[in-house]
């Protein structure tokens, strides 16, 4: 028996007898404290084996936009749990594959019609990578196989979509010399910058195969915000550069910063596409790579080895297919969109009083993302344990708190999360 179990007899059998044998994510597994064990989920609450209930403020890494167990999801999903569970994308469709691959490309802007289906926002990053080297080696252009990405930038945890993000800074530093050589810029803040940007683009165009960002909002390297008109100006300098546009938004599609995607605010259409999270409003693992006309029309050919060589065994899973489906139903019968803007405000409102804290950098809010940067944060997990105790889920990372609420959460329920972090942060500068 571990040292683990020892300590809390409490617990429940099934989490005593297997946490020896799971490996948790972003986790020191020799010091790192007990995870929570959820039991249930209601609305905005995770339910804890202890009776608890706590306030998620962070929709589970984002995923559960409309909230846990939402009667509509559990409908759909039960519907076609009971007609098919799953079958392959190789030389079959079905109905909830077809519908999702138009009503996204009915959604997105511009003419992003040809969805590829995966199961992961990581892997939808490599399926993207991957479109665009081989959109130029399809054309009889050679050597176009490297990435622009940025400061700051976080695309996912496999190889690929590591090399592409903030690998000297971040999380996967570690990964250096693993990992494929690209080019990471600071993202453009002035004229001057986006100048510089223009140049590079142009003299290593030869080299180049794409630039990808995530638009508005970098999630998981820092929670940083830009304007709408840097997303613009670096969409115009590929489109000058001749260089594929890739816009991961994994993160920030389906309504978390405002608008259905976050490439309307700056009335940009990229190449690709990256989306995940959210599709399914996180019941099911599901990822979509969804790629312009121009992008498709250069694997379609009689050769067959110019087809797209790429085939996730789970791609397009009915059950995830119901599932994203069900959540575009809310979004077209309920006014989510506008809950957001509501939260927005709310979010504003109520953490302004933050600005002014000992040991706070900056305050930031954009849809339904509200962040406060720390000049540091010596213990994060120590912090998220003081969260529990204020009954609420927020989990620091780096020098942010930041909260990412489902959009069913109530004014009430936000009052709770800032109340929690006020109780947490006058303790915090306190010690």
């Known amino acids: 028996m571990s040292q683990n179990k020892d300590r809390r007899p409490d617990l ?7 946490y020896d044998n799971i490996w948790l994510p972003y986790t020191q597994m020799q010091t790192a404290g007990d995870a929570l064990p959820v039991t249930g989920t209601d609305g905005v609450y995770l339910e804890l084996a202890d009776g608890r209930k706590i306030l998620d403020g962070i929709a589970s890494w984002w995923t559960a936009c409309h909230g846990y167990n939402h009667p509509k999801m559990k409908d759909k999903m039960k519907a076609q749990i009971d007609r098919m569970s799953h079958v ?3 030389g079959l469709v079905h109905e909830g594959a077809l519908d999702l691959a138009r009503r996204l490309s009915g959604l997105l802007p511009g003419d992003l019609n040809h969805v590829f289906f995966s199961e992961s926002g990581s892997v939808s990053v490599e399926i993207a990578l991957k479109m665009a080297v081989q959109f130029w080696l399809n054309q009889g252009v050679e050597g176009r196989a490297r990435f622009v990405g940025f400061k700051a930038g976080y695309h996912g945890d496999t190889s690929a979509a590591m090399s592409v993000g903030d690998s000297d800074d971040g999380m996967h530093k570690a990964f250096g010399g693993y990992l494929q050589q690209q ?10 910058d986006m100048e510089k940007l223009e140049r590079f683009l142009t003299e290593n165009r030869d080299s180049i195969a794409g630039v990808i960002m995530e638009p508005l909002v970098q999630g998981a390297g820092g929670m940083k915000f830009h304007e709408a008109g840097i997303l613009k100006g670096i969409a115009g300098a590929c489109k000058q550069a001749d260089v594929l546009f890739i816009l991961d938004e994994i993160f920030t599609g389906f309504g978390r910063t405002g608008s259905m995607f976050a490439c309307e605010q700056a009335d940009v259409v990229p190449d690709i596409i990256c989306l995940g ?20 029309n250069a694997f379609l ?23 994203a489906n069900a959540s575009l139903d809310i979004f077209d019968e309920e006014p989510v969109l506008e809950r957001v803007k509501q939260i927005e405000g709310h979010l504003t409102q109520s953490f302004a009083q933050f600005r002014d804290r000992p040991g706070v950098v900056d305050v930031r809010v954009k849809g339904a993302i509200a962040v406060i940067q720390m000049e540091k944060i010596d213990d994060p997990a120590n912090l998220r344990e003081e969260f529990v105790k204020e009954g609420v889920w927020i989990r620091p990372f780096g020098d942010v708190i930041y909260v990412t609420p489902p959009f069913n959460i109530e004014s009430r329920e936000i009052s709770a999360l800032t109340d929690a972090i006020d109780n947490v942060l006058n303790r915090y500068s306190q010690k």
């Open 88 to 90: 392959m994308l190789g």
């Open 301 to 323: 050919s009689d050769d067959p080895d110019k087809a797209f060589m790429h085939g996730p065994t789970y791609m397009a899973n009915p059950l995830a297919c119901a599932a």
């Open 183 to 192: 080019y990471i810029r600071p993202l453009p803040e002035t004229a001057e």
């Open 277 to 296: 999270k959210a599709l399914t409003a996180g019941t099911v693992a599901m990822a979509a790579t969804v790629a312009t006309d121009r992008v498709y």
């Open 12 to 18: 429940p059998d099934w989490y005593r007898e297997g």
